[in-house]
């Protein structure tokens, strides 16, 4: 039996990326190929959507479509992708950044909307490419170069966020549980409505240094023995302040989508 | 479109004329003096297989409005100074990716939240450079009812041929004032689409120019598939950092519209046949009280005559020029405090020229009357 590999979805002779040794972005740029590909993803159909960041660089690997934007506003520009033509595959590449810092506004009001994109995060808890700096999920108390005694806010809990506003599907992976992130990414791309895969991701160049978690494999070990399977979660036994969270599927609805309703409007409309 | 005469409002006459140049897409958000649009398009597009979608904020419209803009679609959406500034970041993406958009602009009173529902001129260096970086666009300015609908198509048109971002400047006065108007019948205004690639697919290139310097757009979901990106790219799309690469594609942002100048560049002028000692520029709005203005001054025995500036930018330099080297004076009126448009007057006139500004910045409108002082 063979195996997708993804490959025929990368350019020619992009290899080495660019990211860094350590760095969980390679690994959930494999694992969404191998998901295009086990769903025989058309590169005419398809668009990668991409904001700012060390993520957001994934698109220069790709033969999809493509478009590359400005930072936090990815949803925003796949939003007008998708509402206009919705027999396209639509998928969104994001840092915790532009997820949810700076276009925290259009993350939520995607998942309200139930725009049928789906978004994946890399969350990699600081800004990896411009030097480590805190983010909007950086987890209180962290170091990073601009929280340099410690982050004195707390974190953002991307998946619950996504479920409080609305999104019909929520994931979380880790770029260390590939096979398992891969299925994820696969259910998200074939669900309609908005869909959300976080990817918790090392970055050893940064987070990793600043918090006693080097070298690289450190922070893979670390996010081994905190990630639980969301069936074997215990909030008893997994406390959150230990840094253990859950990972797998954590909400699946079937709220009609955005484009489906917006086709009642036209029906009205006609009618009138 | 109703084709007998209406007596209808700027705002609606815009939302008419994109809908005849073919707009098929609005994203936008309200605000005042704009929303009449917006509340048009949520009544017309879903009617004409259209979608009109309210984004969070002005950022998503423009960036809404830009990806359907890709997906094939002529997209646009309407707003106001506060919320214009708020497009600026990914307007200018949809310069530098080239993507074919209209902004609807009705200028309001500021700074900030300024005099929210009164007009003003203030707009016209912010559409120019709002923007970062180097880059060029195109910006149109209505005096009527009937200009709001035919400026409009004449917007999607100069996006859609030179894929860049067209503004209409328009002003509260024109957007609120409401007029006769009869909607031309379909075919009477040229209407123009991109031009489509034709080349195999496995050639395409989204920014190679042509020999007229603007390239093909695709759609995505055709059979062509393309790169778009925020960032310095060669013709295929991809990133491309080279100094050589960046500096040809930013000199060809400016390139596709000076070399076409002329065919974007719009003015008409009023009493200047026997040649004029004075000359009121003007623009939006404002060009109504001209005209009254230059009519009193003749019949007080004052030549004057007006040159209305239907373009804005690229500037009509020479057209001011032309007219401007033989006026005595030239009357600058604008609803500014710091004579936006009388600055680039005195750069196509030159220092020596007499140039008087009439700059009302309170929220009211000039008047023939305010005009008069200055001529006269």
């Known amino acids: ?272 | 479109m109703q084709r007998e005469a209406r007596l209808i409002q700027g705002n609606q006459a815009i939302a008419e004329g994109a809908i005849y140049a073919g707009a098929r897409f609005y994203a936008g958000y309200p605000i005042t003096p704009s929303s009449e649009i917006a509340e048009e398009c949520s009544r017309i597009m879903p009617g004409v297989g259209g979608m009109y979608i309210q984004m969070e904020d002005e950022i998503a419209s423009i960036a809404a409005v830009v990806g359907a803009s890709l997906a094939g679609a002529k997209a646009f959406t309407a707003t106001s100074g506060p919320g214009f500034s708020l497009m600026q970041e990914n307007l200018g993406l949809a310069v530098m990716g080239e993507v074919p958009c209209v902004v609807i602009n009705v200028q309001r009173s500021g700074p900030s939240t300024g005099l929210a529902t009164k007009p003003a001129q203030s707009d016209v260096m912010q559409v120019r450079w709002g923007r970062h970086g180097d880059q060029s666009i195109i910006a149109l300015s209505p005096s009527s009812v009937k200009e709001c609908f035919t400026l409009t198509v004449q917007a999607f048109n100069l996006a859609e041929r030179f894929r860049v971002p067209v503004i209409l400047a328009a002003d509260e006065i024109v957007a609120h004032m409401r007029e006769s108007f009869t909607a031309p019948a379909p075919g009477e205004l040229e209407v123009v689409d991109r031009k489509k690639p034709a080349c195999p697919p496995g050639q395409y290139k989204p920014f190679e120019a042509g020999e007229d310097g603007v390239a093909p757009l695709a759609a995505y979901g055709s059979r062509y598939v393309f790169h778009v990106s925020s960032s310095m790219h060669g013709p295929d799309g991809y990133s491309n950092n080279s100094p050589a690469n960046a500096a040809w594609r930013v000199a060809q942002l400016h390139r596709k519209i000076e070399t076409h100048r002329d065919e974007i560049v719009m003015t008409r002028s009023y009493y200047t046949g026997d040649g004029c000692d004075v000359l009121l520029v003007a623009f939006g709005a404002v060009t109504r009280a001209a005209r009254a203005a230059a009519l009193e001054a003749r019949k007080r025995g004052v030549k004057a005559g007006v040159l209305q500036l239907i373009t804005l930018w690229p500037f009509p330099d020479l057209e001011v020029a032309v007219l401007g080297e033989n006026a005595r004076t030239v009357v600058v009126p604008e609803m500014n405090y710091a004579g936006q448009v009388a600055g680039e007057v005195r750069k196509a006139l030159g220092p020596g020229k007499d140039i008087r500004r009439v700059n009302k910045f309170n929220g009211q409108i000039i008047t023939p009357k305010d005009i008069l002082e200055a001529v006269m």
Not at chain 1, 106 to 121: M, S
Not at chain 1, 187 to 201: D, H, M, N, Q
């Open chain 1, 1 to 272: 039996m063979s195996h997708a590999t993804g490959v025929k979805y990368l350019k020619d002779g992009v290899l080495p990326h660019m990211w860094c040794p350590g760095c969980g972005a390679g690994t959930v740029l494999g694992a969404m190929l191998r998901a295009f590909e086990e769903l025989d993803f058309k590169n005419e159909e398809t668009v990668v959507v991409t904001g700012i960041g060390c993520w957001g660089k994934a698109d220069d690997y790709l033969v999809t479509n493509a478009l590359h934007t400005t930072h936090g506003r990815a949803l925003a520009f796949a939003t007008g992708i998708k509402a206009f033509n919705p027999r396209l595959n639509v998928v969104v590449l994001m840092g915790d950044g532009d997820s949810v810092t700076i276009g925290g506004n259009h993350f939520i009001h995607a998942a309200r909307r139930n725009i049928d994109l789906t978004a994946i995060v890399v969350n990699n808890m600081n800004y990896g490419m411009t030097g480590g700096q805190v983010s909007g999920t950086t987890p209180a108390g962290k170091i990073t170069s601009t929280t340099v005694y410690g982050n004195p806010e707390r974190e953002f809990d991307i998946c619950a966020l996504a479920d409080a506003a609305g999104a019909n599907y929520v994931a979380r992976g880790t770029a260390c549980h590939g096979w398992e992130l891969q299925n994820s990414i696969k259910e998200a791309l074939t669900k309609k409505g908005f869909s959300l895969v976080e990817a918790i991701s090392p970055c050893p160049t940064h987070f990793g240094r600043n918090n006693n978690l080097k070298p690289a494999l450190e922070m893979i070990r670390w996010l081994k023995e905190k990630a639980v399977p969301v069936e074997q979660y215990d909030p008893l036994a997994h406390p959150k302040e230990e840094g253990y969270f859950p990972f797998g599927r954590l909400v699946d609805r079937n709220a009609p989508d955005f484009n489906t309703r917006y086709e009642e409007i036209r029906a009205r409309a006609a009618r009138s």
